[in-house]
């Protein structure tokens, strides 16, 4: 039987990504994508299925951890909240963002760690990278380093425990773009809007990221955005 990898998936860019290099990799590709509430979750799941497709994976799950909604704090998952958009988007790393959802990667990380030992998968992909870090430190390479030392001992005495595995960890936006095109990762079916309308807004971080990240790498962006902020953003 070959490797088999737990790919946790949002269905944007870096996930994508990752995804795609565990399948150059050979790995056998058991995608995950968990709801959280989040405003893009109708989007995700759309982008997530066709990017399972079209990578062959053996299984995709759709699972969900809705109670971090009920618990609150993010714009993201709080549609009382606005999400940044356009000129308010702010570049001061001195303060927690509103689109920050508490501690979402280290729920979002258990459950597919719960699926990876439960179907014997060696390692577990996720889309973390650098330019992310910049704002939220559950991307940076010592939150997965500590992450895979809880898990050695997070699992049964006989089991194995997976490695969790960034391979976007010390990459930008338009290097992680450029990585896409190499391994030939389907960066068109990607979503990253924060807001989950028919088209990106073109105009929240996410979206914003998105944009440069396809002018910075010398990519056509094959996006459809709703809006333009001026080309500083
Ligand atoms: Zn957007």
Redesign the pocket.
């Known amino acids: 039987m070959g490797r088999l990898a737990v790919c946790v998936c949002s269905g944007g860019i870096d996930s994508t990504v990752a995804a795609t290099i565990a399948s150059r990799e050979g790995y056998e590709l058991h995608v995950l994508h968990v709801s959280y509430g989040q405003r893009a979750e109708l989007r995700e799941r759309e982008a997530v299925k066709k990017i399972s497709a079209y990578l062959g994976a053996v299984e995709l799950k759709f699972t969900t951890a809705e109670m971090i909604k009920e618990l609150g704090g993010s714009a993201l998952t709080d549609y009382s909240r606005d999400v940044p958009a356009g000129e308010e988007v702010k570049l001061d790393r001195n303060e927690t963002p509103p689109t920050w959802v508490p501690c979402r990667n280290l729920v979002l990380l258990s459950l597919a760690s719960a699926y990876a030992e439960a179907i014997g998968a060696d390692s577990i992909f996720v889309g973390f990278n650098a330019e992310e870090a910049k704002s939220y430190p559950d991307n940076s390479k010592e939150f997965v380093e500590r992450y895979n030392a809880v898990l050695e001992k997070a699992v049964a005495s006989f089991s194995t425990p997976p490695e969790l595995r960034a391979p976007l960890v010390d990459l930008l936006k338009p290097e992680i773009i450029k990585k896409g095109m190499e391994v030939g990762a389907p960066l068109k079916f990607t979503y990253s809007?924060?807001?989950g309308g028919e088209k990106?807004?073109?105009?929240?971080e996410?979206?914003q990221h998105r944009r440069r990240g396809f002018r910075e790498a010398g990519v056509e962006d094959p996006t459809e955005y709703e809006a333009f902020a001026q080309a500083s953003l």
Do not use: I, P, V
């Open positions: 809007c924060y807001l990106h807004c073109g105009l929240c996410s979206c």
